[in-house]
C-alpha cells in the first residue's frame, strides 16, 4: 500500500490525495501490526519479574519526577505569595525594622573589613616576591594572588547579600518613620530615648567607614594593569565593595533625613546636621 501510495503521487499528480490516503492507511497498518506483535509482549515482560536493579531505577525516575514537581509547586507558591500585598506597616513597625538593622549592621561591618585586611595581606605577602624573578615567575605569583582575591570576593559577596538586605530595611525603616513623624509633628520628648543623638553618633561611624571604603576602592582601581587575570579577580572585588558602598550612602541619606526630621519637631532646640 505504501508503494502504491509513491506511485500514485508519481504517475497521477492529480490524484495525489489518493497516494496520500494509501501512505495514511499503510502507517496505520504499521503501528497496528507493531502494537500486535510487541505490545502484548512488552506488558507481558512488564508484569513479569526483573529484579531488584530494575524497580530501583523505576524508583529512582518517579523520585526524579516528584522532586520536579515539588520544586514547582513550591516556585509557584512563592510567586503567589510575593503578590499577595502585606498589610501597610505602622510607624512603630518602621522604627522596630530600623533598630534591629542599625543592631545588625556592624557585625556585617565587622565582617567585610575582616575581607579587606586578608587581601592586604595577600597583596604585603606577596610584593617582594612579585619584583624578584622572571616574567613567567611574575606572572605565576599574580595569578596565585588572582585566585586568593577571587575567594575574598566570593566571601565578600556572600555577605553583600545580607548587608544589602539589612541596610534596605534600615532605609526603609527610618523614611517610613521619618514620614510619620513629619505628618504628624509629635512632642519630642514623647519619643523617650535620645534617638536622634543614636542617629548622629551612627551618621559619624558611616562617613568613616565610606570614606575607608572609597579608599580602599581606589587602591584597588590603581592595582590593575598588571595582567589579565588580575584585573579580572579585581573588577569583581570591586564590584563587591562598591555594592557596600552604595548601600552604605543609601543608609547615610535615610539617616541625615530622618535626623532633619526628629530637629524640627517641637519641644527641644534643633540641633546641627552632620556633613554627609
Not at 42 to 50: N, V
Not at 121 to 139: C, E, P, V
Not at 220 to 239: C, E, F, P, W, Y
Not at 240 to 267: E, F, K, R, W, Y
Request: net charge positive; glycine share 8%.
Amino acid at each position: 500500500m505504501a508503494f502504491a501510495g509513491v506511485g500514485i503521487a508519481i504517475l497521477w499528480p492529480s490524484k495525489r490525495w489518493l497516494g496520500w490516503l494509501c501512505l495514511f492507511s499503510a502507517t496505520a497498518l504499521g503501528i497496528y501490526w507493531g502494537c500486535l506483535e510487541f505490545l502484548g509482549r512488552f506488558l507481558a515482560w512488564l508484569g513479569g519479574p526483573h529484579g531488584p536493579r530494575f524497580y530501583m531505577f523505576v524508583g529512582g525516575i518517579w523520585t526524579i519526577l516528584g522532586l520536579i514537581v515539588i520544586n514547582a509547586l513550591v516556585v509557584a507558591t512563592k510567586h503567589h505569595s510575593a503578590k499577595v500585598k502585606a498589610p501597610p506597616k505602622g510607624f512603630l513597625d518602621y522604627k522596630n525594622d530600623a533598630e534591629v538593622a542599625m543592631s545588625a549592621l556592624p557585625s556585617l561591618t565587622n565582617k567585610l573589613s575582616a575581607v579587606m585586611q586578608a587581601v592586604g595581606k595577600s597583596f604585603d605577602r606577596h610584593q617582594m616576591i612579585q619584583t624578584a624573578g622572571s616574567t613567567s615567575n611574575q606572572l605565576r605569583v599574580i595569578s596565585q594572588v588572582a585566585s586568593q582575591l577571587d575567594r575574598q570576593s566570593a566571601r565578600a559577596e556572600r555577605i553583600c547579600v545580607t548587608f544589602v538586605k539589612t541596610g534596605n530595611l534600615l532605609s526603609d525603616g527610618l523614611r517610613g518613620w521619618s514620614s510619620w513623624l513629619k505628618e504628624t509633628s509629635p512632642d519630642k520628648s514623647a519619643l523617650g530615648a535620645q534617638f536622634d543623638e543614636t542617629l548622629r553618633t551612627f551618621i559619624g561611624t558611616l562617613d568613616t567607614s565610606n570614606k575607608q571604603l572609597r579608599e580602599y576602592i581606589k587602591t584597588m582601581q590603581n592595582v590593575k594593569g598588571v595582567a589579565s587575570t588580575m584585573d579580572t579577580a579585581l573588577d569583581r572585588h570591586i564590584r563587591a565593595l562598591q555594592v557596600v558602598l552604595d548601600t552604605n550612602i543609601n543608609i547615610h541619606n535615610a539617616c541625615s533625613q530622618t535626623l532633619s526630621v526628629l530637629d524640627g519637631l517641637p519641644g527641644q532646640a534643633a540641633s546641627v546636621l552632620p556633613a554627609g
